[in-house]
């Protein structure tokens, strides 16, 4: 039996399966990514709903887990060297979870360091700039006088539909024949932005034809379907 009582976590919520990996998460579109990764490479797992609507990322207990107060975090308890590993920032989480299990994540040295470039601009643009519009289209940005902000946000997210746009001309996924972590950290953030966040009409969405069809080829795997759902709201 695995203890995880080394882990703050782990007395705010328990683990009814210490011996399985722990994700502690929401269906967020950082969350969902890897909730569709576990779900994709069938490590089993327990997932632990963290409701940030109610600010428990920000309680002592999952700080301790991530000092940052951010969703997804994971303990493996089968981590390096047979020792538990705590982990956060999704980006991180996905490489952890492709080089543990060897899936989804090419071999060859170019290859795998073009994946994590897509994962890299995932995290450093797509995320923090989808985001932002939601912010200022759907939640309390949208009452803010000045339009600028969200004009700003929009801009660079269209420009940045665009370089994924020139990047699936020709592939079925981010990498071509292989569908990998770059694809799940990209998921969704665009289903979120054209479905969720309604802004689909400010980036121009049905001008593009291959994002959409790369989209709909994502969330028709039964992987990607089930992990959109996971932890289960209550």
Known sequence: MSDLSAFPIATRWPAAHPDRLQLYSLPTPNGVKVSIMLEEIGLPYEPHLIDIGKNESWTPEFLALNPNGKIPAIIDPDG?????????????????????TGKLLPVDPAARYETIQWVFFQMASVGPMFGQVGFFHKFAGREFEDKRPLQRYVTESKRLLGVLETRLAGRQWIMGDDYTIADISLLGWVRNLVGFYGAGALVDYDSLSQVPAWLARGLARPAVQRGLEIPRRG
């Open 80 to 100: 390096p060297g047979g020792k538990p590993l705590a982990l956060f920032e999704s980006g991180a989480i996905l490489i952890y979870l492709a080089e543990k």
